[in-house]
C-alpha cells in the first residue's frame, strides 16, 4: 500500500490506538503494543468488529504474549483544559513513553499524529489492517 514503515526493517513496531473520544462521558483512553518480532497474536483485529468475550480473551492474550504494552489516559479536566485532539494525543504519548522497550517506529490509527520525537505514520482504519494498532485498540 506504500506506507513509510514499509521501507524500513523495525525491530519494534508499536501499534496506537484510543478510546474515549466519541461519547466525551469521562477520560480519553489510549493504549500502545509492541509485538515481538514475528510473532503475531492471533484473532487480533479491530476491537469494534469483536464482541465482549473475543475481546476480554484477546486483552489476556495480548497482555501476556506482547512485547510490551501500556496504557495512557488524559483526564476530564486534561480535555476541558486542552480540547479532545490534543487530550487523546497527550493520551497516546503517555502511553507509548510507558513502553519497555521504546518503539522503533509508531503507527497510529487515524489520520494525525502527535508531536513528538518518534518515527512514525498515522494509518486511516489501521485498527482493521495494523495487527499492532489492532491489539491497542482492544486493550484501548
Known amino acids: ?67 510490551c504494552w501500556a496504557i495512557g489516559t488524559a483526564s476530564v479536566k486534561e480535555i476541558d483544559s486542552l480540547n479532545i485532539l490534543q487530550a487523546t494525543f497527550l493520551a497516546m504519548k503517555r502511553a507509548v513513553e510507558g513502553l519497555n522497550p521504546q518503539p522503533d517506529f509508531v503507527l497510529v490509527d487515524g489520520n494525525r499524529l502527535p508531536h513528538w520525537n518518534y518515527r512514525s505514520e498515522p494509518i486511516i482504519g489501521g485498527d482493521d489492517i495494523i495487527p499492532e494498532i489492532s491489539a491497542a485498540s482492544i486493550l484501548a
Request: glycine share 8%; hydrophobic share 40%.
Open 1 to 67: 500500500m506504500g506506507y513509510l514503515f514499509d521501507s524500513f526493517e523495525e525491530d519494534l513496531l508499536c501499534g496506537v490506538d484510543e478510546a474515549g473520544r466519541g461519547p466525551l462521558a469521562g477520560p480519553v483512553v489510549a493504549a500502545a503494543v509492541i509485538f515481538i518480532k514475528d510473532h503475531p497474536i492471533e484473532h487480533v483485529r479491530d476491537s469494534k468488529k469483536l464482541n465482549e468475550h473475543q475481546r476480554n480473551e484477546l486483552e489476556v492474550k495480548i497482555k501476556k504474549e506482547a512485547l
